[in-house]
């Protein structure tokens, strides 16, 4: 848990520890993260799962290239992440740019090791969000299992927020990334 006493850098430690825990320890609280994207006219937000946070502090999720946050992400790259540890009453939200993998390294790199039936997930006849008239309707998949449609969107921060709930005493952070340099304040809750 984040204390007053806390450095603003102690505190920037102490929340990339859980993200990188998230992609590590089974069961983390931040390994579900909500994902914000818009599509011009709404905000549309879907939980999706943080499988890495790498060593250049960027966030990867993967998802199907015929997904709705896909077209949202088309018109504009950024988008916003929420974390939230319930044992630790700790919550990061992360403002970003998203960079698209698709049908390169990356992508090739982490489809090799999508396991077991995960890749139905990125391999599925139809499309996400298709229109059906039952269930059943969406059980079909490719004979031929391949990565065309699985994507990689990295997510690079422009800003992260930190908020620790401490009864009365909660302390909020903000490191925002201003023309390369990273700038950190503490903020009143």
């Known amino acids: 848990m984040i204390e007053p006493n806390n450095s603003l850098e102690e505190i920037f430690q102490i929340v990339t520890l859980e993200f990188k825990k998230a992609t590590n320890v089974k069961r983390h609280p931040f390994k579900y993260v909500v994902m914000n994207t818009t599509n011009g006219t709404a905000v549309n937000s879907r939980y999706v799962v943080l499988r890495k946070y790498t060593v250049q502090g960027t966030f990867l999720i993967f998802t199907d290239a015929r997904s709705e946050k896909m077209t949202d992400l088309k018109t504009n790259k950024t988008c916003s992440l929420l974390f939230y540890h319930d044992g630790k009453k700790l919550q990061a939200r992360v403002n970003g740019t998203v960079i698209i993998h698709q049908n390169n390294e990356v992508t090739q790199q982490y489809w090799n090791g999508v396991k077991g ?46 908020l620790q709930l401490n009864r009365d005493e909660h302390i909020r952070a903000q490191y925002a990334n201003l023309e390369g340099e990273v700038e950190a304040t503490f903020l009143a809750p």
């Open 117 to 162: 039936t995960s890749d139905k997930a990125y391999t599925s006849v139809l499309a996400p969000g298709e229109k059906i008239t039952k269930p059943e309707d969406a059980f079909a998949w490719d004979e031929k299992i391949d990565s065309s449609n699985f994507t990689v969107l990295e997510i690079v921060p422009t800003a992260i927020e930190i």
